[in-house]
């Protein structure tokens, strides 16, 4: 395992061929900590620099974590497994990003610098859901609303065309 750096030079990690694996706790992780029921546990990541057969620069991501949300419809604190696997494309400007094959997602190092731990991060916010819901609790739905063909406005929109036609 290799430490990981704060900041790193992307195209001289590139002409390295340079990996780097290890943990990086979720407490370390400001943006992300503020989706979390509680910033307890580790992203364990394996990240690797090269070039394709065609090329690209980019960044190989495999990062498995478990990360403790509260379910929306029961109000449970669950741990949702993550396991990513994304190749990033390293480009300088954006224009480029047009020339990157698919499968590849771009990431702008229009300095060269990259903070790996706010790429593994960034990484971790895209995978989480929307509304976070515990597994097998979808099918324990209520009702919320309901009318019945007795109420004078079984459809909701019913209101409105009355006050339209005053």
């Known amino acids: 395992m290799s430490a990981l750096p704060e900041i790193v030079d992307a195209w001289r990690m590139v002409a390295a061929q340079r990996i780097f694996e290890g943990e990086l706790p979720l407490r370390d992780m400001p943006r992300l900590r503020d989706s979390l029921a509680r910033a307890e546990g580790v992203a364990r990541f394996q990240l690797q620099f090269g070039r394709d057969e065609w090329g690209n620069a980019f960044l190989a991501l495999e990062i498995q974590a478990q990360l403790p949300l509260q379910c929306q419809r029961t109000l449970e604190v669950f741990e949702l497994?993550?396991?990513?696997?994304?190749?990033?494309?390293?480009?300088?400007?954006?224009?480029?990003?047009?020339?990157?094959?698919?499968?590849?997602?771009?990431?702008?190092?229009?300095?060269?610098?990259?903070?790996?731990?706010?790429?593994?991060?960034?990484?971790l916010i895209l995978a989480l859901p929307v509304v976070p819901f515990k597994p097998g609790s979808e099918g324990e739905s209520e009702v919320l609303w309901t009318s019945?063909?007795?109420?004078?406005?079984?459809?909701?929109?019913?209101a409105l065309a009355r006050l339209k036609k005053n």
């Open 81 to 123: 497994p993550v396991l990513l696997h994304e190749r990033l494309g390293l480009i300088a400007k954006e224009e480029d990003e047009a020339a990157l094959p698919p499968g590849f997602e771009p990431l702008l190092t229009a300095d060269g610098e990259l903070r790996l731990a706010d790429v593994i991060e960034d990484e």
């Open 148 to 158: 019945s063909p007795e109420d004078g406005d079984a459809n909701p929109f019913a």
